[in-house]
T-cell receptor
């Protein structure tokens, strides 16, 4: 079974703090993705990566950055957290670029 | 542009059949996914359609018509545990998700 894990299930941060969300997959997948999920809006793609040290902007990259130093790990960074970044963050991975994505359990982030 | 539409909420009775529709307009099409997401949990893969027609997998079936930009997910013999959100996602140049349909199964 594919396993995608995320470092925290729940996180509370203050405005202006730097926030790191970590994602690890154990299936040697090339592709990894970060989404945020908000009520009524569905999942929106923030960033994705097709290879180590490679990253591409998704639909809503503003206010975020990512890091992929190792194949199994994809980190999402909020340089200066803002209240509008309060959301559920979901990480996913896939073997091929257009193959089934497998999701982690999500991190519910609250920015005060 | 890209647009995926699905109903916001549906309610059905245990043991019944329910059909969740999804219509889409996307730039490029390489397949359509359905995911199930229970409250507070990760989306889990249900089905994938790339060709027109019906794909059956146990109690769940998924249908695709590429010419109409239309898909549906059919759930038979509904169980209480089927209460969840169902996400339609279209793979074009990237995977685009609909907002999801919350299904409530009542006894």
């Amino acid at each position: 079974d594919v396993k995608v894990t995320q470092s925290s299930r729940y996180l509370v941060k203050r405005t202006g703090e730097k926030v790191f969300l970590e994602c690890v997959q154990d299936m040697d997948h090339e592709n990894m993705f970060w989404y945020r999920q908000d009520p009524g809006l569905g999942l929106r793609l923030i960033y994705f990566s097709y290879d180590v040290k490679m990253k591409e902007k998704g639909d809503i990259p503003e206010g975020y950055s990512v890091s992929r130093e190792k194949k199994e790990r994809f980190s999402l960074i909020l340089e200066s957290a803002s209240t509008n970044q309060t959301s559920m963050y979901l990480c996913a991975s896939s073997f091929g670029q257009q193959e089934t994505q497998y999701f982690g359990p999500g991190t519910r982030l609250l920015v005060l | 542009g890209q647009n995926i539409d699905q109903p916001t909420e549906m309610t059905a009775t245990e043991g019944a059949i329910v059909q969740i529709n999804c219509t889409y307009q996307t730039s490029g099409f390489n397949g359509l996914f359905w995911y199930q997401q229970h409250a507070g949990e990760a989306p889990t893969f249900l089905s994938y359609n790339v060709l027109d027609g019906l794909e059956e997998k146990g109690r769940f079936s998924s249908f695709l018509s590429r010419s109409k930009g239309y898909s549906y997910l059919l759930l038979k013999e509904l169980q209480m545990k089927d209460s969840a959100s169902y996400l339609c996602a279209v793979q074009g140049n990237k995977l685009v998700f609909g907002a999801g349909t919350i299904l409530r199964v009542k006894s």
